[in-house]
């Protein structure tokens, strides 16, 4: 009996001794030592940051004391009085900071009463105390340094990732006790698979197709035909137009226009021909300076010069022009390396690591350019400013076939171009224009990596090199961020333009971290980049959401279930236009001016120049995708403003996302969304004499899923009521009908296509429509 007792003892230690085994394999059960200890960058850094580092931070001029916590070098130093040290590593106790925050006398307690910082709560104290008593240790901030490609986390549910990325989600989730959701089904993850790809919704005979293919491979062949369509590079281009702040006015006061769309053209040629990223950016940096630089090359570098430009007279040029550049370093650090570097144009940076002195060396990049300040009065008003480049029809037909043009006249285009001579960089005090300090030389940012000047020219083609080097920690992880934050919403750093210390901190570190690497392992791949997004396993979830998960991850931090938003307001106009059969799929040219409130420009106008007054097009310009309408920056679309769209006055690298009554008015009453409903309308009723099968289409053609039976029944008995109501007066009908310009169908029966006209546009009023999932 004995022999037994132990022999089971033995069994159960073992197998105890196997299961903690198991869980610290995993993760999900680690230590005390592990799991309470406490990091600088995640956990004691955003405390001070907040807290301490306007008076006790990089910049020089507002330091207090002389006394830094963000070096440990200060922090652990003797203090100014020489009383004590801000951080005695070890004992909290004798570190003044400690007894500082915790004090309760105002003249002695940190934050002062005075800075309006607010004092820490316990639980931040609580952080501060277990960290001084841990050894204090500083660390790097975690976006300067290099990203590094960490073994795939082993989770649970061994079968459900489908790759790399899922490991890492999966991983996070387990330890929230989250479990996935299953995959979407076919219908809802075709759209928004399509959605995402393409920005249209997906056809009815996609959808057909789709759902016949029952093969292992019918997800995978249906992404790589999204992805060989010519609309990818369009939906592509969108994000990046908002970056490059593409307008086709140059603001200020007469907002005249200007002829930057060729640059349009190019930037959905390089997403559709998969132009690697490390060129993608080479070509817009420094495409002009590249040996032997091709057409397309100095094409490229209008990116830079999107930014207004003022035609006011009794200006001084000096002025705009340092505006001109200011506005090219702010594109520059914060679309490309993910930075808010502008408070250093006046000062130190109060948080991040970067002085005055480093933002004027980056300024001096672009400040060398051929661009002056003021070239004349709206009165001399030229659709491109110097340094332009000129495209002739014959380079247009043989070299820059990617543009299309409307006719066969010189196209010219704002460009980037230096002067043959050094313009020399002064910083700016106070950073006003007409007060300059010493001089400074280009470099970038000390902070992030250092600019060897012995292999790197301190010309824009130097800049561009050290962007794109491999060890520069930012520019993969902003990149792969970034489109991140086009699929799922939010990007695993949620301050997409700010990878600083005041930015969030990222939500899954490792899975950035080896998405940089791997992107930059692959020769920079984009749509490599994308499809791998795509075909996860965490991307192909359902969007259902349970009461439980909602509590536990409101905001779908650990992508327990797939992503649900509405789509931006470009693309809302793609599906309304899409689905109806009005989209006139032409890539390119210039941009067109659909119907608009009357009136708008005409109220916000000086009355002088090309744009004083809004002349609607005609014809087919009436049914071009959203990214083509053309943006007065004085007055944006006003439909688009509605659903968020960027004014582009400035680099945006994350739209606002909100949700008002004047949105569910546009759905209502835009004329474009009543043309739509109209001509799907007519077009069906000659199609079909079957109502039922009018509706299902309508439906799947709008919603992306055939209808279910309850679905179907209330539609139809809305539009036996409605058919039943214009039978009676033809007149109210014809009135309903009698919206756009698109030609009516003839012979069709007005009171039915009126009625289904009415279906229609319920259809377009639903939530499900304008959301991808």
Same mark, same amino acid.
């Given at each position: 009996?004995?022999?037994?007792?132990?022999?089971?003892?033995?069994? &159960?230690?073992?197998?105890?001794?196997?299961?903690?085994?198991?869980?610290?394999?995993?993760?999900?059960?680690?230590?005390? !030592?592990?799991?309470?200890?406490?990091?600088?960058?995640?956990?004691?850094?955003?405390?001070?940051?907040?807290?301490?580092?306007?008076?006790?931070?990089?910049?020089?001029?507002?330091?207090?004391?002389?006394?830094?916590?963000?070096?440990?070098?200060?922090?652990?130093?003797?203090?100014? /009085?020489?009383?004590?040290?801000?951080?005695?590593?070890?004992?909290?106790?004798?570190?003044?900071?400690?007894?500082?925050?915790?004090?309760?006398?105002?003249?002695?307690?940190?934050?002062?009463?005075?800075?309006?910082?607010?004092?820490?709560?316990?639980?931040?104290?609580? $952080?501060?105390?277990?960290?001084?008593?841990?050894?204090?240790?500083?660390?790097?901030?975690?976006?300067?340094?290099?990203?590094?490609?960490?073994?795939?986390?082993?989770?649970?549910?061994?079968?459900?990732?489908?790759?790399?990325?899922?490991?890492?989600?999966?991983?996070?989730?387990?330890?929230?006790?989250?479990?996935?959701?299953?995959?979407?089904?076919?219908?809802?993850?075709?759209?928004?698979?399509?959605? /995402?790809?393409?920005?249209?919704?997906?056809?009815?005979?996609? %959808?057909?197709? *789709?759902?016949?293919?029952?093969?292992?491979?019918?997800?995978?062949?249906?992404?790589?035909?999204?992805?060989?369509?010519? @609309?990818?590079?369009?939906?592509?281009?969108?994000?990046?137009?908002?970056?490059?702040?593409?307008?086709?006015?140059?603001?200020?006061?007469?907002?005249?226009?200007?002829?930057?769309?060729?640059?349009?053209?190019?930037?959905?040629?390089?997403?559709?021909?998969?132009?690697?990223?490390?060129?993608?950016?080479?070509?817009?940096?420094?495409?002009?300076?590249?040996?032997?630089?091709?057409?397309?090359?100095?094409?490229?570098?209008? *990116?830079?010069?999107?930014?207004?430009? $003022?035609?006011?007279?009794?200006?001084?040029?000096?002025?705009?022009?340092?505006?001109?550049?200011?506005?090219?370093?702010? =594109?520059?650090?914060?679309?490309?390396?993910?930075?808010?570097?502008?408070?250093?144009?006046?000062?130190?940076?109060?948080?991040?690591?970067?002085?005055?002195?480093?933002?004027?060396?980056?300024?001096?990049?672009?400040?060398?350019?051929? +661009?002056?300040?003021?070239?004349?009065?709206?009165?001399?008003?030229?659709?491109?400013?110097?340094?332009?480049?000129?495209?002739?029809?014959?380079?247009?037909?043989?070299?820059?076939?990617?543009?299309?043009?409307?006719?066969?006249?010189?196209?010219?285009?704002?460009?980037?171009?230096?002067?043959?001579?050094?313009?020399? =960089?002064?910083?700016?005090?106070?950073?006003?224009?007409?007060?300059?300090?010493?001089?400074?030389?280009?470099?970038?940012?000390?902070?992030?990596?250092?600019?060897?000047?012995?292999?790197?020219?301190? $010309?824009?083609?130097?800049?561009?090199?050290?962007?794109?080097?491999?060890?520069?920690?930012? =520019?993969?992880?902003?990149?792969?961020?970034?489109?991140? %934050?086009?699929?799922?919403?939010?990007?695993?750093?949620?301050?997409?333009?700010? *990878?600083?210390? %005041?930015?969030?901190?990222?939500?899954?570190?490792?899975?950035?971290?080896?998405?940089?690497?791997?992107?930059?392992?692959?020769?920079?791949?984009?749509?490599?980049?994308? !499809?791998?997004?795509?075909?996860?396993?965490?991307?192909?979830?359902?969007?259902?959401?349970?009461?439980?998960?909602?509590?536990?991850?409101?905001?779908?931090?650990?992508?327990?279930?797939?992503?649900?938003?509405?789509?931006?307001?470009?693309?809302?106009?793609?599906?309304? &236009?899409?689905?109806?059969?009005?989209?006139?799929?032409?890539?390119?040219?210039?941009?067109? !001016?659909?119907?608009?409130?009357?009136?708008?420009?005409?109220?916000?106008?000086?009355?002088?120049?090309?744009?004083?007054?809004?002349?609607?097009?005609?014809?087919?310009?009436?049914?071009?995708?959203?990214?083509?309408?053309?943006?007065?920056? =004085?007055?944006?679309?006003?439909?688009?403003?509605?659903?968020?769209?960027?004014?582009?006055?400035?680099?945006?690298?994350?739209?606002?996302?909100?949700?008002?009554?004047?949105?569910?008015?546009?759905?209502?009453?835009?004329?474009?969304?009543? +043309?739509?409903?109209?001509?799907?309308?007519?077009?069906?009723?000659?199609?079909?004499?079957?109502?039922?099968?009018?509706?299902?289409?309508?439906? %799947?053609?709008?919603?992306?899923?055939?209808?279910?039976?309850?679905?179907?029944?209330?539609?139809?008995?809305?539009?036996?009521?409605?058919?039943?109501?214009?039978?009676?007066?033809?007149?109210?009908?014809?009135?309903?009908?009698?919206?756009?310009?698109?030609?009516?169908?003839?012979?069709?029966?007005?009171?039915? @296509?009126?009625?289904?006209?009415?279906?229609?546009?319920?259809?377009?009023?639903?939530?499900?429509?304008?959301?991808?999932?």
């Amino acid at each position: 009996m004995k022999k037994q007792l132990f022999f089971s003892a033995g069994i &159960l230690l073992a197998i105890l001794i196997m299961v903690v085994s198991c869980f610290q394999k995993n993760g999900t059960l680690k230590s005390s !030592k592990s799991r309470d200890a406490i990091s600088y960058n995640f956990n004691v850094r955003p405390i001070l940051s907040d807290k301490c580092f306007a008076c006790h931070g990089p910049d020089s001029k507002k330091r207090e004391a002389g006394l830094r916590l963000d070096m440990a070098e200060s922090a652990y130093a003797k203090l100014k /009085d020489g009383k004590g040290v801000a951080i005695f590593p070890g004992d909290p106790e004798k570190s003044e900071l400690y007894k500082r925050i915790t004090s309760v006398d105002p003249e002695y307690q940190m934050p002062t009463p005075e800075s309006h910082l607010g004092l820490l709560n316990e639980d931040e104290i609580g $952080t501060i105390k277990k960290w001084i008593e841990q050894g204090g240790k500083y660390e790097k901030h975690w976006a300067f340094i290099p990203p590094a490609k960490s073994a795939l986390p082993e989770v649970e549910q061994e079968k459900w990732p489908r790759n790399e990325i899922d490991h890492f989600v999966l991983a996070k989730m387990e330890a929230q006790n989250l479990k996935p959701n299953e995959e979407a089904d076919k219908s809802h993850l075709l759209k928004r698979a399509s959605l /995402d790809l393409t920005g249209l919704p997906p056809t009815v005979e996609m %959808q057909n197709k *789709f759902e016949a293919d029952n093969s292992d491979k019918a997800y995978e062949k249906i992404i790589d035909e999204l992805l060989a369509q010519k @609309a990818y590079g369009e939906k592509m281009a969108v994000y990046w137009l908002d970056v490059a702040r593409y307008a086709d006015s140059y603001g200020y006061q007469d907002d005249e226009i200007r002829t930057q769309w060729p640059w349009r053209d190019w930037l959905i040629s390089a997403f559709n021909k998969n132009l690697s990223y490390d060129k993608f950016l080479t070509w817009q940096i420094a495409g002009d300076m590249l040996p032997n630089a091709t057409k397309e090359q100095v094409l490229a570098t209008a *990116f830079f010069r999107n930014h207004k430009y $003022t035609e006011e007279g009794g200006v001084i040029p000096e002025e705009y022009r340092i505006e001109y550049n200011i506005d090219k370093t702010k =594109t520059y650090s914060m679309g490309v390396l993910g930075l808010s570097v502008e408070c250093a144009q006046c000062h130190d940076h109060k948080y991040d690591p970067v002085s005055q002195e480093d933002y004027y060396r980056l300024f001096a990049f672009f400040n060398n350019s051929k +661009e002056v300040g003021y070239e004349g009065d709206v009165s001399q008003s030229k659709p491109a400013k110097n340094p332009i480049m000129s495209i002739s029809d014959e380079e247009a037909k043989s070299l820059l076939t990617f543009i299309n043009r409307p006719d066969t006249n010189r196209l010219i285009v704002s460009v980037l171009g230096d002067l043959d001579t050094l313009r020399p =960089t002064h910083i700016l005090n106070r950073g006003v224009y007409d007060a300059p300090g010493r001089v400074v030389t280009a470099s970038g940012l000390p902070a992030v990596m250092k600019f060897d000047t012995t292999k790197l020219p301190q $010309t824009r083609l130097g800049l561009a090199k050290w962007t794109i080097d491999k060890k520069n920690p930012l =520019t993969a992880r902003v990149f792969v961020n970034q489109v991140w %934050q086009e699929f799922f919403g939010r990007g695993i750093v949620k301050s997409t333009g700010d *990878f600083g210390m %005041q930015g969030e901190l990222p939500t899954n570190p490792a899975l950035l971290d080896w998405l940089a690497v791997d992107f930059m392992e692959n020769g920079w791949n984009i749509k490599r980049l994308v !499809k791998q997004i795509v075909t996860s396993a965490t991307y192909r979830q359902s969007a259902k959401i349970t009461d439980e998960k909602l509590k536990a991850d409101p905001d779908n931090v650990y992508l327990s279930r797939g992503p649900r938003y509405r789509l931006p307001a470009e693309f809302v106009r793609d599906m309304v &236009l899409s689905s109806s059969g009005l989209l006139i799929p032409k890539i390119g040219g210039p941009s067109v !001016k659909p119907y608009q409130p009357k009136g708008l420009w005409e109220a916000a106008t000086s009355g002088r120049g090309q744009l004083a007054k809004y002349r609607q097009d005609r014809g087919e310009a009436l049914y071009r995708r959203g990214m083509y309408t053309f943006i007065k920056l =004085t007055v944006p679309p006003p439909s688009m403003i509605i659903f968020d769209a960027s004014n582009r006055d400035h680099c945006e690298v994350k739209r606002s996302k909100t949700n008002t009554p004047l949105q569910a008015l546009v759905m209502l009453n835009d004329p474009t969304v009543l +043309e739509a409903s109209r001509v799907l309308a007519e077009r069906l009723t000659l199609k079909s004499q079957n109502v039922n099968e009018r509706i299902t289409e309508s439906f %799947q053609r709008i919603v992306c899923r055939k209808p279910t039976e309850k679905e179907l029944k209330l539609l139809t008995e809305y539009y036996q009521d409605e058919a039943g109501i214009f039978s009676k007066n033809k007149k109210e009908a014809h009135k309903v009908l009698n919206v756009g310009e698109h030609p009516h169908e003839e012979k069709v029966a007005e009171d039915q @296509a009126a009625a289904l006209m009415r279906v229609i546009s319920t259809l377009y009023n639903m939530e499900e429509t304008i959301v991808k999932s």
